[in-house]
């Protein structure tokens, strides 16, 4: 039988019946990668020998008769912007290409302590800018549906190495739709926590405020496993929420009876992929079948989004990028003066769409635009997190379309930044308003994932998964995985 | 134009990247498009609005003062460029 | 024509924490380079801060002993500037919501009291420090050490206010004598934990408008500021005299050769770009927390010292210098409560004591005579068992033998000798043994008496009561 192709609840049962080994399940995900990773390219770094060493260290606690937790012995993968002490963390940028973190994130300590395994480093646009993963530093990942195509972005890697059956699930972080674009266009459930719900120690930074950890999986039971594994609260983070980390599993087959789902009408743009709108419409109908009221609502600040995020991220990304200045840690480039080394070192450093960001924030914050830029972005943003606000005294929560469209071609928006930036217009809205946000698998266009978009209030997590589960286990996308052209 | 050439040169100065001459006129037509979309901002009134630097409402949180173990020397200098006793090593600081 | 001189002072004062402001790494002077830190001041990708609590309660003790109105709401922003002292290339600090806000102290200068206004009082993190090779402008490479990196501070600014580079000394002065008073600081500026950068400019008198300032940095001691501030007035005035235009930059002084030197282009590019620090969240202090604070502060030099001169009756000049620092104020204190008479308290703590201190090296909470003996010593003086000059004799074996004064007046047998009739032969011996100076004084010649005098202590290995030897020497010498 081919592990890798299980979920990890289905894994887990199998590994408390005694039925499969840690070892095994472990092996089988490591040969899957060797056998695709060289088309797909979902990994920076590959750790097999930890993997199987942690797998074996499980296999030995189950002997003993030990308690393990869900995730214990279930191979998984990092985006490769989590610190993981002795373990490189590139967050796919050359000028971090060597980094070897001397401690660990906080995510990265709570797998260890859930026993889980982890089969490698993840590929990502640099620094997780980006919405293809061709941003990466090192090379591109490929859409396991189409090896043509991008995986999304900015954590492609996670996304795509759980559709192609090289880690049972995967973490990715979320800036303006991270993990949910890449969710959609691989086909897998990924989930945006709210702001705060996850640790972001150890996470490296893009835009603070924002940046957010969450998981990607095959189906909705196993989101839901590696969110309770890597929630709660840090006191390493000042912006981690101090609640109590419910079962995020305890209410997934309450069903849909009642619930008001909203319709924002805003999210359905202009320009739109006509299967992708039917899909998501068509989801709507078919959850009101299973005993939703639907609500149409206004979000009438939708449209400012992309604007308000790209000069707020930016603005951040511009000062949290400072640090790489061949100093302390990282590439330094030849300078015989330190402002000429400072230079040089990030010119050779960074690539083309960080050096863009870099410079459009600090542009956004520098004097005589302050204003007009970065703190009227502030302002929308409190507009739009009023809509949200607005919205959700109304209904329980929103779905809308991931993105407009399905995976695209690789090299097709590349000379672009604008058009690429438009791919994010209906994930940004949630990151600015902290709230979560669930990519659902909900139909097919010509072959390729479609994602719909289940958006709650804070800490509405466990109604998200609520409601994809009882979505999902009426359909049985979750069920297949991707089948890898040059390979299956 | 919302920004041009010069301003572009300003910016990749605070920015500290050395950018060439193709690329200085690439950035400049890019970003001057990105800044041209931002301009939808305008059509929003926010004079009586305050600015959100913080989504979620929490407050001050901090920490005991208690000391706590520092890293190992070669720990804090294992990814350095370039050190010597101990110290980072830098190119001389012109002001 | 005549001028102004305008002043104001950005104080920093390192914050004696055991932490530092945003990690648990240490604060602690020295220690080897690059040992008191970790991913957080190192500012490795990842890392978060979070706020060490003791810092904002330094912070709100210092903006009250400062006179200044507590924010109620304040918040961190990030300070963008490249810098290799500065790992992440910016500085944690606040800007337009500072914790303190709108306070005052007051300066005596001349015998009158001034009072200059403190604009705001802020928390922020300290840099590294640098090693250059050679001087700054020849040197091939520096070295970093990031110890200091994160040691939390408070930058306490005042108002153009100063009007003279004696007040900007008095000024400093009362900054840490009120800093050390509320325990917040050691201030000590050879370690580095009290900085001062100074700005001044010159205005024709009578103008409104303020001149062009410089700012001048690398200032290492109150005396150095005064001195740089002096240099800087005359050289201003040597410009403006001239019908020259003052350049706005920052000018370093340069201590050796007395001269203040353009820091050329600094300002050039500089765009600080301040933003919002997203990674820590508000602070917001309620009023009870305020005055929970304020009812912990000590009695600060001020109060003291007016306090002191009406208890105890002394001279401004006396209780100012007693007052200075809080352990000597609660050394004259306790010297006051073991019945020493205040006066005479109050010479021996500006004498002897602060001598030999000063001569050890020693600060006087490790005075090695406790505040008790040196009570009772005094009242041997006041009770004429020894004589104040014996007494000083008796106060060193105090110190050097930690021994009490009774103790060593038996020992080395130094009671005063008081009696009329022996003292009364031995100054006739004296006079019978030195004719000369019996005619010199006949001649007029007082200080014949002086030589005399020498004499009769000589005899009596300084035992003889002083007063006692000059009268009876009177009487006999002009038979009265």
């Known amino acids: 039988m081919d592990l890798f192709r299980l979920k990890a609840h ?19 995900v490591l040969a899957r990668a060797d056998k695709v990773d060289s088309t797909i390219q979902s990994f920076i770094t590959r750790t097999p020998e930890a993997a199987l060493a942690q797998a074996k260290r499980v296999d030995e606690k189950l002997a003993r008769g030990e308690a393990v937790s869900p995730l214990a012995g279930i191979p998984g993968a990092l985006k490769d912007n989590m610190c993981t002490k002795g373990v490189k963390t590139t967050c796919a940028s050359k000028i971090l290409a060597n980094f070897v973190p001397p401690y660990d994130a906080t995510i990265t300590e709570k797998l260890a302590a859930a026993d889980a395994v982890i089969v490698g480093k993840a590929n990502l646009d640099e620094f997780a800018m980006g919405s293809s993963t061709e941003n990466s530093g090192f090379f591109v990942t490929r859409n396991p549906w189409d090896t043509d195509r991008v995986p999304g972005g900015s954590s492609g890697g996670s996304g795509a190495a759980v559709a192609a059956g090289e880690a049972i699930w995967s973490l990715g972080s979320d800036t303006g739709g991270s993990i949910r674009l890449p969710a959609a266009y691989c086909g897998v459930v990924g989930l945006k926590p709210t702001y705060g719900r996850v640790s972001r120690y150890g996470l490296v930074a893009y835009a603070s405020s924002l940046d957010q950890i969450g998981p990607f999986a095959r189906d909705v039971r196993d989101c839901a496993l590696v969110l309770g594994a890597i929630s709660g609260h840090d006191r390493r ?46 989801s709507i109908d078919e959850l009101v079948a299973m005993g939703a009221e639907l609500v149409e609502v206004s979000m009438p600040h939708t449209q400012y989004a992309l604007a308000t995020y790209y000069l707020i991220a930016t603005a951040e990304a511009s000062s949290n990028l400072g640090r790489y200045d061949g100093v302390g840690f990282g590439h330094r480039g030849e300078g015989s003066d330190i402002v000429s ?42 507009l739009i997190k009023q809509d949200f606000d607005r919205a959700f005294g109304q209904v329980d929560v929103l779905i809308a379309p991931i993105a407009p469209t399905t995976a695209f071609k690789i090299g097709e928006k590349v000379e672009d930044p604008l058009a690429m930036y438009l791919v994010d217009v209906c994930t940004i809205p949630s990151n600015l308003a902290g709230v979560p946000a669930l990519s659902l698998p909900c139909g097919f266009a010509d072959g390729l994932p479609i994602g719909m978009q289940i958006i709650g209030p804070h800490l509405s997590e466990a109604t998200l998964l609520q409601v994809a589960y009882t979505f999902e286990q009426a359909h049985d996308y979750h069920k297949q995985l991707a089948a890898i052209r040059e390979v299956d | 134009m919302k920004l041009n050439r010069k301003d572009v040169e300003h910016v990749a100065l605070l920015s500290r990247l050395e950018l060439s001459e193709t690329e200085l006129d690439k950035y400049t ?15 929003v009134d926010t004079s009586a609005v305050e600015p959100m630097a913080h989504v979620l409402d929490i407050r001050n949180v901090m920490r005991a003062d208690e000391v706590q173990p520092s890293l190992p020397r070669e720990a804090a200098l294992q990814n350095a460029p370039d050190a010597e006793d101990g110290f980072f090593k830098v190119p001389k600081i012109v002001e | 024509m005549k001028f102004e001189t305008v002043i104001g002072l950005e104080v920093h004062t390192e914050l004696k924490t055991a932490s530092k402001i945003f990690c648990g ?181 009578g103008q409104e408008q303020f001149g062009t300032k410089a700012e001048i940095k690398n200032v290492n001691s109150f005396k150095a500021v005064q001195r740089a501030l002096e240099y800087e007035q005359e050289r201003q005035e040597e410009v403006l005299s001239e019908g020259g235009r003052i350049i706005q930059e920052t000018r370093t002084w340069d201590d050796s050769r007395g001269v203040t030197l353009s820091m050329r282009n600094k300002e050039q590019a500089q765009d600080y770009r301040y933003f919002p620090e997203p990674d820590l969240v508000p602070i917001v202090v309620d009023s ?105 004799t008796v106060f060193e074996a105090m110190w050097n033998e930690g021994k009490t004064a009774p103790v060593i007046v038996k020992e080395q047998g130094l009671v005063q000798m008081s009696d009329e009739g022996e003292l009364g032969n031995i100054v006739e011996a004296v006079i019978a043994a030195n004719p000369q100076s019996v005619a010199d004084f006949n001649a007029g010649k007082e200080k014949a008496v002086g030589f005399l005098v020498g004499q009769i202590m000589r005899q009596t290995k300084g035992r003889a009561n002083p007063e006692l030897v000059n009268r009876l020497l009177k009487e006999k010498l002009t038979g009265k």
């Open chain 1, 10 to 28: 289905e894994l887990q049962q199998k590994l408390f019946r005694r039925e499969v080994s840690a070892v095994e399940i472990t092996q089988s």
């Open chain 1, 237 to 282: 983070d000042s912006t981690s929420i101090n609640a109590p980390v419910p079962d995020y599993t305890a209410k997934l087959e309450s069903g849909v009876k009642g619930l008001k789902i909203g319709l924002p009408r805003e999210y359905f743009v202009a320009g739109m992929q006509p299967e992708v709108e039917a899909a998501i419409r068509r």
């Open chain 1, 341 to 382: 080394m400072y230079k040089r070192s990030r010119a050779e450093g960074f690539g083309p769409e960080v050096q863009r960001r870099i410079m459009l924030g600090t542009y956004a914050l520098s004097s005589g635009y302050y204003d007009a830029y970065y703190l009227k972005a502030l302002k929308v943003r409190t």
């Open chain 2, 29 to 43: 037509g890019q970003l001057d498009a990105i800044l041209e979309y931002i301009d939808v901002l305008n059509q």
């Open chain 3, 25 to 205: 790494c240490t604060t602690e002077f020295g220690g080897d380079q690059n040992t008191h830190v970790c991913p957080v001041c190192l500012g490795l990708p990842g890392v978060l801060p979070v706020l060490n609590e003791k810092v904002l309660e330094f912070a709100i003790r210092t903006g009250l002993a400062l006179n200044c109105k507590i924010s109620h709401y304040s918040k961190f922003d990030r300070k963008n500037y490249y810098y290799p002292d500065l790992p992440k290339n910016f500085q944690t600090s606040q800007y337009d919501l500072p914790i303190c806000e709108g306070g005052y102290l007051d300066i005596e200068v001349g015998g009158e009291t001034k009072r200059i206004g403190i604009t705001r009082v802020h928390m922020e993190e300290d840099a590294g420090k640098l090693v250059h090779s050679g001087t700054i402008s020849n040197s091939e490479y520096a070295l970093v050490d990031y110890n200091r990196t994160g040691v939390p501070l408070l930058e306490i600014v005042s108002e153009p206010d100063i009007r003279t580079p004696e007040e900007a000394k008095a000024y400093l002065e009362k900054i840490k004598s009120i800093l050390s008073y509320i325990d917040v600081s050691d201030c000590k500026m050879e370690e580095g934990s009290l900085r001062c950068d100074a700005n001044i400019s010159l205005r024709p008198v």
């Open chain 3, 288 to 392: 009870e927390q305020i005055e929970a604070i304020r009812r912990s502060l000590p009695e600060l030099p001020d109060a003291r010292k007016a306090r002191i001169m009406k208890e105890q009756g002394l001279s401004a000049y006396d209780a100012e210098v007693i007052t200075a620092t809080r352990p000597m104020a609660d050394y004259f204190d306790a010297l006051i409560a073991a019945g020493a008479e205040a006066k005479a308290a109050a010479n021996w703590l500006m004498g002897e004591v602060s001598k030999l201190l000063n001569a050890c090296s020693l600060d006087i909470r490790s005075c090695p005579v406790p505040p008790a003996n040196l009570a009772e010593m005094i009242a041997l003086i006041e009770k004429g068992t020894i004589s104040g000059k014996i007494a000083k």
